[in-house]
């Protein structure tokens, strides 16, 4: 495998999707696109990182929907089913980088924060929560941790609100006040849609209602369901990829004269075959040393028993090989992944960071939920399949 390389900042040649590429914080991340949003809307201060403004002078409404799980890498197999897509793709798209590790709740945070992860401090799927044993895992958090703590730094959306322009968030009902909620998405007066056609309709109600300057953020995640369950390229998947297609359109057909539409993700996907896993819960080499272990099957954080780091990471790299990178915290903050981390937030990283390479993953089958180590698809790791995600931008 090649070193790091960021992808390009069009839609010609890409890395190849098993390729290792870094975060592109500052100019063609994720984190990027909620500032550049806002300096469209004037709102003071806010950075236009992407060079939105000259596409979009007039604008005064912008709707800002994120697709669960649309990498960049899966638009040319959901293309013959979501020609709307694949049409926005080639004709006003552009590859951005996730932040990392490429997952929904970091990804979410990063998106509304317009934060690199080791800011905002949602470092992972699942986290241990420090000075305990136990494991956070962020689309399961009711709110202890305070949400208001756990992520410190204020939202795109707070901002924008406090600059007068009126922000509202749709997405399913059953996410509303929850912790990743508050902490990506707090400052937008949030509306519940049971399905894509609610989603749609409700984003360009609240997208045209009122006269000023105004923000909507939407969210659909059933791409990322399918994949997980069945597959890219299932047949499930391929309905739920018509799915987004279906609304992307209506949103494109219903966008005011002066209204934009940013579309983006969180992550891509990868399909990982069974001779590709590795079972932590069946190898003793292992679990010897681990105290608690966090993270996701593509990117495991390892929290060891003391003075047991240099010795996790010989047995992992032993057992592992060429397929992982297996590193102390303190290497794999030096690599950049998570932008700069502050002290408070370090040891939410394992003591030891296990990054997969090609399509391996390490699953549990006992000692976390099951369904966790029988998906088909996954995704958290720091390949250009999962790193890269789209950025379309359409005027009204």
């Excluded at 098993?18 to 914080?25: D, E, G, K, Q």
């Excluded at 408070?344 to 180590?373: M, Q």
Aim: glycine content about 12%; hydrophobic content about 45%; aromatic content about 4%.
């Amino acid at each position: 495998m090649t070193g790091p390389v960021p992808p390009p900042a069009g839609p010609g040649a890409l890395p190849g999707p098993l390729t290792p590429v870094a975060p592109r914080y500052g100019g063609g991340s994720l984190a990027d696109v909620l500032p550049s949003a806002l300096a469209v809307l004037g709102v003071p201060g806010a950075a236009d990182l992407l060079r939105l403004a000259p596409a979009l002078a007039g604008v005064r409404r912008i709707a800002v929907l994120l697709v669960d799980g649309l990498g960049w890498y899966q638009i040319p197999t959901a293309a013959p089913y979501a020609p709307t897509l694949a049409g926005l793709t080639a004709a006003v798209g552009r590859p951005l980088t996730s932040g990392f590790p490429s997952t929904t709740p970091t990804s979410l945070v990063t998106l509304g924060t317009g934060a690199a992860p080791g800011a905002h401090g949602v470092l992972g799927f699942k986290v241990r929560v420090p000075g305990t044993d136990r494991v956070l895992a962020h689309i399961q958090w009711a709110g202890d941790p305070d949400p208001l703590r756990w992520q410190p730094v204020p939202t795109q959306l707070e901002r924008a609100r406090a600059a007068g322009v009126a922000v509202t968030v749709v997405s399913r009902p059953e996410y509303g006040g929850s912790g990743l909620t508050l902490a990506a998405n707090r400052g937008g007066d949030y509306r519940g849609a049971v399905d894509a056609d609610a989603l749609a309709a409700m984003m360009l109600a609240a997208l045209a209602a009122g006269d000023g300057p105004t923000l909507v953020s939407g969210y659909h995640p059933d791409l990322d369901r399918h994949g997980h369950l069945s597959g890219v390229d299932s047949d499930p998947w391929r309905l739920a990829a018509a799915v987004v297609d279906g609304l992307l359109a209506r949103l494109v057909d219903g966008l005011p004269p002066d209204a934009a539409l940013l579309v983006t993700a969180d992550h891509g996907q990868l399909d990982v075959p069974q001779a590709d896993r590795l079972d932590f819960d069946a190898d003793p080499r292992l679990r010897a040393g681990v105290r608690v272990l966090a993270g996701e099957p593509r990117v495991r954080y390892l929290h060891v028993a003391p003075g047991a780091a240099d010795d996790v990471v010989a047995a992992w790299s032993a057992v592992l090989g060429d397929a992982a990178r297996v590193l102390h915290r303190d290497e794999a903050v030096a690599t950049g992944w998570f932008g700069p981390v502050p002290e408070e937030h370090l040891c939410r990283v394992g003591d030891v960071v296990v990054v997969c390479r090609g399509t391996s993953a390490v699953v549990a089958t006992r000692s976390e939920k099951p369904i966790e180590s029988q998906l088909v698809a996954y995704h958290g790791a720091d390949t250009a399949a999962e790193m890269t995600v789209p950025l379309l931008v359409v005027r009204g």
